[in-house]
Nanobody, 123 residues
Framework: QVQLVESGGGLVQAGGSLRLSCTAS????????MGWFRQAPGKERESVAAISWSGGSTYYADSVKGRFTISRDNAKSTVFLQMNSLKPEDTAVYYCAASYSSYTIRYQEYNYWGQGTQVTVSS
């Protein structure tokens, strides 16, 4: 069993930056593919970024490419999402997820989810 806890969300002005962290307990994250998802009010949950177990492969949604960076520190069982140049449309609850698959962007292939952290970007 893996427990994921996100942190780092908050209120920021457009153009600002936030760094989300996701720390795991119960098991180390070294063999898990990891991802960040987000869900805005009235919208479906969408994939934002994903990273392979080694960190060698990454994926970004087109809407965040060039602004967000996903990274991981397996020794600390932590995954990060650096978010720069934030826009009001980035406002959502952000979720961290872990998959038994070494690398996936498919929502259905994630096995463990955090409780989410709110990111609000004001215009």
């Amino acid at each position: 069993q893996v427990q994921l806890v996100e942190s780092g969300g908050g209120l920021v002005q457009a153009g600002g930056s936030l760094r989300l962290s996701c720390t795991a307990s119960g098991r180390t994250l070294g063999s898990f593919g990891m991802g960040w998802f987000r869900q805005a009010p009235g919208k479906e949950r969408e994939s934002v970024a994903a990273i392979s177990w080694s960190g060698g492969s990454t994926y970004y949604a087109d809407s965040v490419k060039g602004r967000f960076t996903i990274s991981r520190d397996n020794a600390k069982s932590t995954v990060f999402l650096q978010m720069n140049s934030l826009k009001p449309e980035d406002t959502a609850v952000y979720y961290c997820a872990a998959s038994y698959s070494s690398y996936t962007i498919r929502y259905q292939e994630y096995n463990y989810w955090g409780q989410g952290t709110q990111v609000t970007v004001s215009s």
